[in-house]
Each structure stands twice: as structure tokens, then as C-alpha cells.
T-cell receptor, first 112, second 116 residues
Framework: GDSVTQMEGPVTLSEEAFLTINCTYTATGYPSLFWYVQYPGEGLQLLLKATKADDKGSNKGFEATYRKETTSFHLEKGSVQVSDSAVYFCALPYSGNTPLVFGKGTRLSVIA | GAGVSQSPSNKVTEKGKDVELRCDPISGHTALYWYRQSLGQGLEFLIYFQGNSAPDKSGLPSDRFSAERTGGSVSTLTIQRTQQEDSAVYLC??????????????FGPGTRLTVL
């Protein structure tokens, strides 16, 4: 079945540092790809998505590009802030269905 | 409008007891999902309801787990004879429809279950 492999954390960065969280996937066809974020004490929320190859999803300064040649959807941000401290999950739908398959999550801590 | 709500927010129970977890989806959302978030296992899909169709139960870990959705709205996840390994955060999500991969799932805050 479809699966997601995500860089495991925790990741600790100083404010204004560059962030990359790697995500690769295994899937039949070309599913939509998602990044979800879970801030401390809050529920999961969609951060960004890409629905086809070469699409770039972006939100709140975060970006991820759907690369079918490398089956990757790496999350990047040029300058992180303390408020970005959270757990980030890469996800894709099960084949032909919409329950999501999640990566293990990457905890990001940004220190001032 | 209101988001997905779940109750209780925390539940502590003794091994062997039954528990019921409730999810109120966003009004009008026809698809409802249950996931489990536990240390070491990440987020796992449990069960999925789409409209009046039979639910997809393929993620349920054992027959101690069951869920129902009454009137196409509220859902209850029941765990019978709880075990310590059932301790986790149980997340509910809903979306407008389950037939497209593009419909965003909106998540509730979760119920933290602790089995002593």
C-alpha cells in the first residue's frame, strides 16, 4: 500500500535559520500530497498541499514541491520563527480513497 | 462556524473497562474519519464513514474497536475491554466528501485516552 517516509526529529534550529524536512512517498499513480502541522496543545491543521506533479504548495512562508521523479515532497522555510515550533506531518491519501497515510511526524523546536 | 469537536478531551480508565469517545463533525461534512496518534506508531487511520455507505473499517486494530455514526452526523468510537496499549490520542476529522483526494480534512482537538 501507499506509504510515507519522513525525516525523524527532533529538529532544533535558531530563529531565522533555514528549515528542510524531508518526505518521500510510495504510491500508485500520482496522489495529492499534504503537509499538516500540529502546534502545541492544538489539533492537526493543513499547512499546504500539492495536487499534481511539479505543483508547489505554499503557506505561512513554508513551501513544498511535488517531485514525481524523486517521489519527494520536502518542506522548506527560508527563515523560521519561534512560533513555527510544532510537529509536522507529511501525508497522502490511501490509493483511491481519502483516509490519510501519515509520516511519523517531525518535531521542530525554534529557539530565540 | 464551529470546527470538529470531540469529547471528552481526556479520559482515564482502568484496564478492562469499556470507553466511548464522541466526535461532532463540521455541519454538512459527509465524510468522517477516526485516527489514533500514539508514541512510536505515529498517526494511524482507524475507520472512515462516507455518507450512507458501509464504513471502511480496515484500520481497526482489533474487534474490541467499533464505531458508529448516527444520522450521518455524530460518531462514537467504542473500545471494549481496554488494554494499556490502547492509550493514545484519538483524533476525529471530517471533510465535505470522501470521493475526491482533494477535500481537506479538518481535525478535532482529540481525546487523550489513558488506560491504567
Amino acid at each position: 500500500g501507499d506509504s510515507v517516509t519522513q525525516m525523524e526529529g527532533p529538529v532544533t534550529l535558531s530563529e531565522e535559520a533555514f528549515l528542510t524536512i524531508n518526505c518521500t512517498y510510495t504510491a500508485t499513480g500520482y496522489p495529492s500530497l499534504f503537509w499538516y502541522v500540529q502546534y502545541p496543545g492544538e489539533g492537526l491543521q493543513l499547512l499546504l498541499k500539492a495536487t499534481k506533479a511539479d505543483d508547489k504548495g505554499s503557506n505561512k512562508g513554508f513551501e513544498a514541491t511535488y517531485r514525481k521523479e524523486t517521489t519527494s515532497f520536502h518542506l522548506e522555510k527560508g527563515s523560521v520563527q519561534v512560533s513555527d515550533s510544532a510537529v509536522y506531518f507529511c501525508a497522502l491519501p490511501y490509493s483511491g480513497n481519502t483516509p490519510l497515510v501519515f509520516g511519523k511526524g517531525t518535531r521542530l523546536s525554534v529557539i530565540a | 462556524g464551529a470546527g470538529v469537536s470531540q469529547s471528552p478531551s481526556n479520559k482515564v480508565t482502568e484496564k478492562g473497562k469499556d470507553v466511548e469517545l464522541r466526535c461532532d463533525p463540521i455541519s454538512g461534512h459527509t465524510a468522517l474519519y477516526w485516527y489514533r496518534q500514539s508514541l512510536g506508531q505515529g498517526l494511524e487511520f482507524l475507520i472512515y464513514f462516507q455518507g450512507n455507505s458501509a464504513p471502511d473499517k480496515s484500520g481497526l486494530p482489533s474487534d474490541r474497536f467499533s464505531a458508529e455514526r448516527t444520522g450521518g452526523s455524530v460518531s462514537t468510537l467504542t473500545i471494549q475491554r481496554t488494554q494499556q496499549e490502547d492509550s493514545a490520542v484519538y483524533l476525529c476529522a471530517s471533510s465535505l466528501a470522501g470521493t475526491s483526494a482533494y477535500n481537506e480534512q479538518f481535525f478535532g482537538p482529540g481525546t487523550r485516552l489513558t488506560v491504567l
